[in-house]
């Protein structure tokens, strides 16, 4: 497809709301002025560049889910590998159980992940340390009686002709069984665990031999960028504790031991988490929404419809955008939906009720999140135009009932659409009362 | 006119009514790859017209992929959803649409366990649905598409359409009749969970409307009366479930009332409605009516089954029940003998109603100190209703609490404290924290601990306990008198004093 595209029907293929865009797309739109903060790329890259020789950068990154994130780590991982950096990118998505993770599946992924990415850049690891990782990984880490297991599970992953090393179908065995939930699951969190201190010396073993395998190619370093963390299910146990702090909070340590700049995506509710901040070298960097209220962010929105459709030859009224933008609420993903969802049914032109039709259809969506339980909690952000307490907002946050965004300082307002839900507008007049009767 | 021209133009009317319909089809015709979609549709049968109507005017084919066979496989080694559907697409054209259904049979809202496993599971892999390069149509029930939205927040976002296809008016009632058929079969199996009895009162709600619509109430016939009296009646056991025992006794004294004008008022079907009827006033405290109903009851059956019948039994039995609280226990005793010997003889002795049955006389026989004997009828029943209902039914609750009442009578408090706080555990899940139940069950643990000296304890139990006594039974009940009573004495002992 050629962009813009200049029909309602091509604008309904040019408007995805699942998808990243890849680091070299014509739609790429760099919003990060309008974002209000710093470039997501300018900061990481800076800061991976200024770590002292010897010593490794640890960045968390976080922000609402359809903000960007991915599209951004991909111009991230880009912009490392012009920097002459090697990046081992990996989606937990597709390697972990994300309902649930323990540090030890973290580190088994990330050593699979480094393997598997040299082994495809076709960069050769010494052959004698090959054999000696893979003899201690099938030894300590898969039982002895399961062998004939993991071989069996292997075919279907490689194939039975695939020639591939054996450490790297040891580590598919063992991740698989972390991946699939099977009892041995257990097993092997439990062995990593009792060993980890030599399990962390055979990575990081593994890593500088990375290492010095990609600086005898074209590359100065080596950068692990771990994605889809922080779509980890959320569960609190009974403690109080939840599972989300259990593993970055508690178990930062652990997440910082390879020896290698790491960049994990955490989830946002978290990233404020003063705990959170302590144990790792850097600030979270927190990817806010765009903010739809500024001109600069509508401008910026307004780039992100127009890199994909002609407007004037899609919208009977080019003013349309504005609301869309306006009821978009500063993400990108909303934005595109919106789009998406007025050209259903139009053959001709996008009018302006094709435009309030779709605006009113994500209402009954974002109804259908919110339950009365989590009312008043949405109201106090409303009204105070801020998150006071993660513990209490992190489920709007994590349903984007509720946006943050940043100019100069944090700022947090409900999701535009949320105020056309009869419930919250009744909520906020009777609040707004109250307010009043207070003064 | 061809063939397919008029099949077309026979579901025209449809695109007509559900302007989503035409929505999802314009969509469909256009989405080129992946693409999430959404379909609430509440039933099946309406769900497999839209479609025909979607395949009659898409010009590219549609694979359906049915997921209830995944729900009857092992949830620990089934295969993935995503792997399943990829499965089932292996031969069909790369054009294809794909519909999912049935994937409520994975999502059931009465166990929360195995809804999060899915859900999760849904989250997580999404990207595996991306992978597979199709557009992607999951037709849900609205409850299950709310379950999946705010619990698998990452797959959902991803939609790029939701379409509500809501029933037409004219099909409710008899959607809602099929609905009734297939709840009538499970009802008495196991228990529903709070969100089933609210869909399942809607669904009674709208049949009595429907039923009452239709009839003429100056010239009732037979046949709706039943109708009637038996969804008010249903309507009643609803709402004595959960507590609401002023509209439980409305709609059972409405259903004896459609009864009584229907039937000569010797007819077993008034006999249902008085035992009905009288349980709730039971509840409430109103003894005298409630036995009065009761003997009218029994009578009924007695003549229609002959006095030796089960139905017959279930009479004796709520009779002794409310002898036992009105503190007749010889007369109590003898009814709660004779019911057990009749369900023993005719049912076999490992009938759950058998189990019922022994509940109700052990208690007469605990409350007249015969304890060893009162201990080994509670334990026969408890087994009899783990076989027959699993470890986490309510009735195996009542069953434990029946239990530990008489081990703390025999002076085994430590025990007895561990089988009512197992009990509390089962009821809390199956009433809610809110419920006369559970009231009951704290008043209960409440009082061991008293015993043993944790008085701070058993005063946060039973200010709980009157709490919800009060809410649900107000303050002149039986049960919220005691409780407070027990209230008031943990609080001198603990010297605290007339803050209530």
């Known amino acids: 497809m050629n962009f813009p595209v200049h029909t309602v029907d091509e604008a309904y293929g040019a408007c995805i709301p699942d998808e990243p865009l890849a680091s070299d797309d014509p739609r790429y739109v760099d919003v990060n002025d309008a974002r209000g903060g710093d470039s997501l790329t300018r900061v990481i890259a800076d800061r991976i560049r200024r770590t002292p020789a010897g010593r490794f950068h640890q960045q968390l990154i976080s922000g609402h889910r359809g903000c960007g994130k991915s599209t951004e780590l991909q111009q991230l991982k880009a912009r490392l590998e012009q920097n002459g950096i090697f990046v081992v990118y990996f989606d937990a998505e597709q390697a972990l159980d994300l309902g649930e993770i323990k540090y030890q599946d973290v580190l088994v992924a990330i050593t699979k992940a480094i393997e598997q990415t040299l082994r495809e850049s076709g960069i050769e690891l010494n052959s004698k340390l090959r054999q000696e990782l893979d003899a201690w990984f099938a030894d300590h880490i898969l039982l002895e009686e399961k062998r004939t297991d993991w071989e069996a599970s292997l075919k279907t992953e490689f194939g039975i002709e695939a020639k591939v090393p054996l450490l790297a179908r040891v580590l598919a065995a063992i991740s698989g069984q972390i991946k699939s939930g099977s009892s041995r699951r257990k097993e092997i969190r439990l062995k990593v665990e009792r060993e980890l201190s030599v399990f962390v010396d055979r990575m990081n073993t593994l890593l500088i031999a990375a290492r010095q395998a990609v600086q005898e190619g074209n590359f100065h370093d080596l950068v692990v960028i771990v994605d889809g963390l922080e779509k980890m299910q959320f569960r609190e146990e009974k403690d109080g504790r939840s599972n989300h702090s259990i593993l970055f909070i508690e178990h930062a340590e652990q997440l910082n031991l390879p020896q290698c700049h790491i960049v994990y995506t955490v989830p946002i509710f978290l990233a404020h988490n003063d705990n959170l901040r302590d144990s790792f070298t850097d600030e979270p960097f927190i990817l806010p929404m765009v903010n739809q209220n500024s001109e600069v962010g509508q401008t910026a929105l307004r780039q992100v419809i127009s890199r994909r459709v002609v407007i004037e030859e899609v919208f009977a009224d080019p003013s349309s955008v504005d609301s869309l933008i306006a009821m978009s609420g500063g993400s990108v993903r909303d934005l595109l939906r919106l789009v998406r969802s007025a050209c259903e049914g139009v053959s001709d032109l996008i009018e302006p009720i094709n435009v309030e039709r779709a605006i009113n259809r994500m209402t009954i969506e974002l109804d259908r999140l919110l339950q009365d339980e989590d009312l008043d909690a949405l109201i106090a952000v409303a009204r105070k135009g801020v998150v006071t307490s993660y513990k209490i907002a992190g489920k709007l946050l994590r349903l984007r009932l509720v946006h943050e965004y940043i100019n100069g300082e944090r700022w947090a307002d409900i999701h535009p659409v949320l105020r056309n839900v009869r419930r919250v507008k009744e909520a906020l007049a009777q609040d707004a009362l109250k307010e009043i009767e207070k003064n | ?500």
Not at chain 2, 483 to 488: C, E, G, H, S
């Open chain 2, 1 to 500: 006119m061809t063939e397919t021209a008029r099949e077309k133009e026979s579901f025209d009317h449809l695109f007509v009514e559900q302007p989503d319909l035409a929505r999802l089809l314009w969509a469909l015709q256009r989405v080129e790859g992946f693409a999430l979609y959404f379909a609430r549709c509440n039933v099946p049968a309406y769900r497999a017209k839209l479609i025909e109507a979607i395949r009659a005017n898409l010009s590219r084919p549609i694979a359906i992929v049915e997921i209830s066979p995944l729900a009857e496989m092992n949830q620990q080694t089934r295969p993935s959803v995503d792997g399943y559907i990829e499965k089932q697409l292996a031969d069909v054209s790369p054009d294809a649409v794909v519909f999912i259904t049935g994937l409520e049979n994975l999502l059931p809202s009465r166990d929360e366990e195995q809804m999060l496993a899915t859900t999760q599971e849904l989250n997580w892999r999404r990207g595996l649905f991306q992978k597979m390069r199709r557009p992607m149509v999951f037709w849900l029930p609205e409850y299950a598409l709310t379950m999946l939205a705010r619990n698998a927040p990452d797959l959902y976002d991803w939609y790029s359409g939701v379409y509500d296809l809501e029933i037409p008016e004219q099909m409710h009632a008899d959607v809602a009749r099929a609905t009734l058929a297939t709840i009538q079969e499970t009802e008495d199996r196991r228990w529903m969970s709070k969100d089933e009895r609210d869909r399942w009162e809607d669904v009674l709600q709208e049949l009595l409307a429907a039923a009452e619509a239709n009839a003429d109430p100056d010239n009732l016939s037979q046949a709706s009366a039943v109708e009637q009296a038996d969804l008010l009646d249903r309507l009643g056991r609803l709402y004595l479930q959960r507590a609401e025992y002023a509209l439980a006794r409305d709609y059972l004294t409405r259903a004896l009332k459609i009864s009584e004008e229907a039937f000569n008022s010797d007819h077993p079907n008034i006999a249902t409605r008085l035992n009905n009827l009288a349980y709730v006033l039971k509840d409430l405290g109103d003894l005298q009516n409630a036995r009065a109903l009761l003997e009218r009851s029994l009578k009924i059956a007695e003549e229609a089954f002959g006095s030796n019948h089960p139905n017959v039994a279930a009479h004796l039995d709520n009779l002794a029940s409310v002898f036992r609280d009105s503190g007749d226990l010889q007369n109590a005793r003898v009814l709660a003998e004779r019911a057990l010997k009749i369900d023993e003889a005719s049912l076999g002795s490992n009938h759950p109603n058998v189990a019922t049955k022994l509940n109700n006389l052990a208690s007469v026989l605990r409350d007249l100190g015969e304890l060893q004997q009162a201990r080994i009828l509670f334990e026969r029943a408890l087994k009899i209703d783990e076989i027959t209902f699993g470890p986490n039914h309510p009735n195996v609750a009542t069953g434990l609490n029946n239990l530990a009442s008489v081990l703390k009578d025999l002076g085994k408090p430590q025990k007895a404290i561990n089988l009512l706080e197992q009990s509390l555990k089962i009821d809390e899940a199956a009433f809610g924290l809110n419920h006369p139940k559970i009231a009951n069950r704290l008043n209960s643990l409440a009082c061991l601990l008293k015993d043993l000296g944790e008085l701070q304890n058993a005063k946060n139990l039973l200010e709980r306990s009157l709490e919800i006594c009060r809410q649900f039974l107000g303050d002149e009940h039986a049960h919220t008198r005691t409780v407070k009573k027990n209230l008031d004495i943990v609080r001198k002992e603990l010297g605290e004093t007339g803050n209530e």
